[in-house]
C-alpha cells in the first residue's frame, strides 16, 4: 500500500512539474505576476512529493518487502541496517529516484531563498527546472518504476551487489548527485537569462552560490568515490582514468572554469556570453555523465542493467536539452550586450587563462572518454584508450594553469604589473627551489619529474599561503595590525586561498604516490615477514570467520618497524552467501598521510596465500586536497557579498527594468 | 593595443592553445590506444609483438595453474581458437574457468600472451561487453549465462 502511495506522489510530482513548465514562464512572456507566482509552490510541491516517494521506496527496504521487484532485486533480509538503507539507491531505478529527488530540492532551494531575484527571472529558472524534473520524472514513471510489484512476493532478497555493501554508499552517490544535479540551477539560470535576453553582472552574482555549492559537492562527492575505489577493489589504485570517472570529472573541470568566469563577469561585467555558455556544458556534461553511467553503453560497477529502452530514453532527454539550450543560445546570445575587453596581464586574464587551460583540458577528456564509443558505432572496432593517453593530453593541458594559479590572486584588475607580481613571487620560488633541493637531496635525486612534481606543488601552497600574507601585510606591518587585517579580510579571499591550497596538497599527494609508491607482490606461509618502505609485515596466520551476510577468511599480519610493533592487519576475502560472490577487503594503517596498503588473494597450491603489500607515500593528501578544496568554496561560499550584496543590486536592477 | 587588437590577440592565443590541445590530442590517439582482439581475430592477423593489445574471452576450463611464487598462467578461449596467457600478481576475485575475462599485455615469443593486467569483473552476472560481443560472434553465446 505505501508502495502504491509512493508511485502515486511520483505521478503527482510529475503533473507538478508539468505545471512549474509551463505556468510561469507563459507569465514571464505576458507579465502576469499571477501565474509567475505558481513557480514558487509548484516547486515546493514537486519536492514534497518526490520526497514522499523516496520515503516510501527507503521504507520497502529497511523492511525488506520483497513484493517489490527491486528490493527483491537488490536486498537481503540479513543485510545490516545501514545497507538497507543505501540499497534504495545502490540500483538503477532508486539511484534516478535519488537524482530526481535532489533535482527537486534544489527547485525547492531557488523557490524559497531567491526571493532577492527579479520576478521574471526566477519564474524563468524555476520553469527551466520544472523542464528538467518534467524529463527525468517521466523517465523514472515509464522505464524505471521503483515500485513495481512482483508476484507471488518472494521470501528471500538477491541482496545487494557486494562491493557496493559499504559505508561509501552511504555517503558517494548523495554527494556526487548534489554536486551533478546542482548545476542545473546554473543551467537553468542560464536559459532564463537567455530567454530574456539580457543578462548583467547581477546575474552572476546570484548564480555564484549555486554554482559554488554544485562545486564543493562534486569536488567532495569525486574525491569520495576515488578513495571508496582505493580501498574496496584492491587494487591500491585511486584514478584509473576510467569512463565511468570522467564522466564525473569533466562536469568538474568546467563547472571548476565557471566558478572563475563567474567572478569576471560579476566584477568587471565581462565575458558574459562565454560564462552563460559555461553553465550550459557543465549542466550538458552532468548529462553526459549521466547517460554514459546510466544508460549501459559502458559497463562498469555503476551501470546496474542495461535495458535499451533506458539508454534511448536519456539519449533522448540529453539531446533535447544540450540541442535546445544550444540552439537558444545561438539564437540569442549574439543579441547580448557584450561585456568589455581587457588587458591579457590582469586578474581577468589571468582567469581567462585558466578558463582557456580547464576547458581543453576538458576536451581532451572528452574525446578519450568518447571517441572509444564513436568508433565502435561507426566502425565495430573496439578500442580502449586508458590511462597513457590521458596523461599525455590531460597532462599537459592542465600544467599551465596550474603554473600560473599563483599569479592569478596577486594581479590587480583591468591592469596588472606582471614584474610587480614576480618581484613579489620571487621569495616564493626560491622557497620553492629549496622544497625541490631538499627532496632531491632525501630522495637521492629521484626521478626529476617528480621532483618538479613536488615543486610545482610546493609553488602553488606556497603561493597560496603568500597571497593571505600579501593580503595581510605579513612581517610589514606590526603582527597586531596583520592580525585585526587577517580577520578583516573577506571570507572569499580566505576561500581562494584555502581552495588553491588544497590543489597543491592534492598534487603533491598525486606526485608522492606515483613516484615512490612501493609495491610486493608475494606468496607468504604463516610466520613469514616481507618488507615494505622499511615496515615488516609478519603473516601470523589466517582463520574463518562469519559476518551478518558473508563469510570471510581473514589473514592477521603483525606490522613492525625496526623490531617495534605497530599493530596488527587483517586484509580479508569474503564471500557473500546469498549472490555466492567473493570480494576482497584491503586492510589500510594510516601512518601520517602516508599508508599501508594489504590485500590478499587466492590460497596457493603449495599453501600460504598471494599478498599484495604496498607501501603509498603521502597518499591520504589527494583526498585531503579535495576536503582542502572543498572546504575553500565553503569559505567562499559565506563571504559577505553573497548574503548581503545581491538584494541591493536586485532592486536597482528591478528598477532599471521598469 | 586598440579594442581590436586586444579582442584578436586574445582570439589568437586561444587559437593556439586550442591547435596544441587537437595535435596532442591525435598524436596520443595514433600512438596510445589499444585494440581489442579475440582469440579468433589473433589466429587470423597476427599482431606484430610489443604492440600493447586487449585479448578478451572465457578462461578454458581446467588450464587455470598456479606456477612458481605468484605466476598464473591459463588459456584465454572463444571456442574456435585459444591463447596461452601468463600473469604474474594476484588475480581479480571474480576470475574463474569458464568465465569471460579481458587480459591486457603483449604477445611474446611461442604465441604465449604476456599480460600485465587481468580486468576484475563487478559482479557475478557481468561479463565485460567485448567478451559477450566477441562470443556472440562465434555463435556461442548463451543468454542464459548473464541472467
Redesign the interface.
Known sequence: MIAELGHYALVLAFALSLIQSVLPIWGSQRGDPRLMAVASPAAAAQFLFVGLAFAALTQAFVQSDFSLELVWANSHSTQPLIYKFTSVWGNHEGSMLLWALILAFFGALVAAFGHNMPATLKANVLAVQGWIAAAFLLFILTTSNPFARIFPAPMEGQDL???LQDIGLAVHPPLLYLGYVGFSIAFAFAAASLIEGRIDAAWARWVRPWVLIAWIFLTLGIAMGSYWAYYE??WGGWWFWDPVENASFMPWLTGSALLHSAIVMEKRDALKVWTILLAILTFSLSLLGTFLVRSGVL???HSFASDPTRGVFILLILATFIGGAFALFAWRAPSLRRGG????ISREGAL?FNN??LT??C??VL??TL??LALEATTG??????A??FN??FG??ILPALIVMPFGPFLAWKRGDILAVAQRLAVVLGLVILTALITAWAMDGGPLLAILGIALAAWMMIGAIADIASRIKLFRVPAGNSLRRAVGLPRSAWGTAFAHFGVGVTVLGIVTTSAWQLEN???MKEGETATIGGYEATFLGSEGRAGPNYREIAARFRIARDGRELGVMTPS?RVYTA??????EAAIRSIGFSQIYL????E??AGGV?V?LYWKPLVLLVWLGCVVMAFGGLLSLSDRRLRVGAPTRARRTVAAAE | ?T?KQ??L??IG??GV??A??VG??L???T??????QSPTDIAEHPVPPQQRI?LGGLVKEGTVV?GQ??TVTFTVTDTANDVPVTF????P??FREGQGVVV?GMLAAGGTFAADTVL?K???N?M???VA?SLKKQGVWRDTETN
Open positions: 551487489n557486494p562491493i577493489l584492491g559497463t562498469s560497477v575587453l581587457f588587458a591579457p581567462v582557456l587551460f581543453a583540458a576536451a581532451a574525446i578519450g571517441y572509444p572496432e573496439k578500442i580502449s584508450v586508458g597513457p593517453f599525455m593530453t599537459p593541458l607482490i608475494r606468496v576475502k549472490r555466492g560472490m567473493p570480494t576482497s590485500a590478499i588473494g587466492d596457493m597450491n598471494a599484495r | 593595443m579594442r586586444r579582442r590577440s586574445l592565443i586561444a592553445v586550442v596544441c590541445a596532442l590530442i598524436y596520443a590517439l600512438d596510445q590506444i589499444v585494440f581489442f586487449r598456479r611464487g605468484t604474474t600478481g594476484i588475480l576475485d571474480l591486457e576484475a563487478h559482479d557475478e557481468y565485460p561487453k567485448e560481443d
